[in-house]
């Protein structure tokens, strides 16, 4: 097999059911970079981010066979492998805390502040940071901080419709602007 | 069902990102192998998403490849329940030392500001312990000189039961008949009065003077009036400007 080795994505994915090492040494090389992405969106602690993502890749050699190519592609798959990763690792520090310091006034904040996006934000984070005020915050906080809709109502005093409604927007808005 | 509508209605982007409930998943699966302009549109969006990621990619370090590659092991067997324990413990510790080096960073800089504040009061107890170690030589001076003369006597005048840790020194010249005085200790006097010092020569008070400077911040040994004899002297707490026989109090006493 040479350097150059490329697969389709079904061969990727029936290679990675028969536990091919090369198959997932290929899988990482292509990939770790975009999870890495995401990881360090929601735990931005380096170190913290290199124990999530590696727990990632486990996971996605131990439960590659409960991958169902008619749900997603392989890299949505991964995608949400490694967001909920890493919002358990969120959760697990302080969770809660940063539930109850979360307020309407610090949105209206946002609200006023948000110009564009932080210099240290990247990938979908620096997408967000285009997002009007309220709508990044409720996309930052279910997105990338793992709440329920109905813990951000709840959280913000808004009714849950509005959260589903508004978050839906931010998301369709979102769409228009990776593409 | 308008289908244009619910494609556009954000449920393809929640449930690509996971954000969507399992009901509006199952619905969205289900919709999804019926319309294929929903899978198209979903396919879309997952396609965007890759690219995206793929695009604002960040590297990991190296050897963290071949950290999972140890703990998938080399024949591809699902890794052992305990290294789950591990697992789990290694961010905790990390997040631990995380914390440990946010206290560090606290505690130093606590402890810069320790720094310049014990520095500044050191300044502080440095200049006020020069005074005092210069303002003690020169009394030790004064004292070296007295002791030095062969016509100085001294008494010791111990508190009275009014002022049991009072204590003060006279030394008298017996050939010049100088009078000073030590006010080793003595209560800091009312505004209104004054110490006074007396000479007991054949029971009968003679007075050397006041004590007109401050106890606590001026020179301790002070020249009083000369005294022509003396068996005893004592100090008493008098009205200012003092009186021609002791009223007040005596506060120390003590024989040649």
Same mark, same amino acid.
């Given at each position: ?13 029936? &290679?990675?059911?028969? *536990? #091919? ?9 292509? /990939?770790?970079? $975009? =999870?890495?992405? %995401? ?39 991964? &995608?949400?492998?490694? *967001? #909920? ?9 302080? /969770?809660?805390? $940063? =539930?109850?310091? %979360? ?77 | ?256």
């Amino acid at each position: 097999m040479n350097l150059n080795t490329t697969y389709s994505e079904q061969e990727l994915v029936a &290679l990675l059911q028969q *536990r #091919n090492e090369k198959a997932f040494s290929y899988l990482y090389d292509n /990939y770790s970079g $975009a =999870l890495y992405g %995401i990881v360090n969106a929601v735990v931005t602690d380096k170190e913290v981010a290199n124990d999530v993502l590696q727990n990632v890749f486990i996971n996605i050699w131990r439960k590659i066979e409960s991958y169902d190519a008619s749900k997603g592609r392989l890299f949505t798959w991964m &995608l949400n492998i490694a *967001r #909920n990763a890493a919002i358990d690792e969120l959760r697990s520090k302080g /969770y809660n805390n $940063a =539930l109850k310091n %979360i307020s309407l006034p610090e949105i209206n904040e946002i609200e006023g502040a948000v110009t564009g996006p932080a210099i240290d934000d990247v990938g979908l984070k620096k997408v967000l940071g285009k997002l009007k005020g309220e709508l990044r915050v409720l996309v930052d906080m279910s997105y990338f901080q793992g709440f329920t809709h109905e813990e951000i109502a709840r959280s913000l005093d808004i009714p849950l419709g509005t959260v589903k409604t508004r978050i839906r927007s931010a998301l369709t808005q979102l769409r228009t602007m990776i593409q | 069902m308008n289908i244009q509508e619910y494609i556009s209605s954000g449920i393809t982007e929640s449930y690509v990102l996971g954000l969507a409930s399992d009901e509006e998943r199952r619905e969205f699966e289900k919709i999804c192998a019926q319309y294929p302009e929903v899978l198209q549109a979903r396919i879309a969006f997952e396609l965007a998403l890759e690219k995206q990621a793929l695009e604002n990619a960040i590297n990991p370090t190296t050897e963290l490849k071949d950290r999972i590659f140890e703990r998938i092991g080399s024949t591809g067997k699902i890794v052992p329940l305990q290294d789950t324990s591990i697992k789990n413990t290694q961010p905790g510790a990390l997040l631990w030392l995380k914390y440990a080096a946010a206290a560090c960073v606290v505690l130093l800089a606590g402890s810069l500001y320790m720094n310049i504040t014990l520095s500044n009061k050191n300044k502080k107890l440095k200049g006020s312990y020069d005074n005092t170690l210069a303002e003690l030589n020169e009394v030790k001076k004064d004292i070296r000189v007295l002791q030095q003369n062969p016509n100085i006597k001294m008494a010791s005048m111990k508190g009275m039961d009014i002022s049991p840790k009072s204590y003060a020194t006279v030394y008298w010249d017996t050939a010049s008949h100088d009078v000073y005085l030590l006010a080793n200790n003595l209560p800091v006097p009312p505004n209104d009065k004054q110490y006074q010092l007396w000479a007991l020569l054949d029971g009968k008070p003679i007075d050397l003077g006041m004590l007109n400077y401050d106890l606590k911040q001026k020179k301790l040994l002070v020249r009083m009036k000369n005294a022509q004899g003396a068996e005893a002297f004592a100090i008493t707490l008098e009205n200012k400007g003092g009186n021609p026989t002791p009223q007040g109090a005596m506060y120390v006493m003590g024989k040649l």
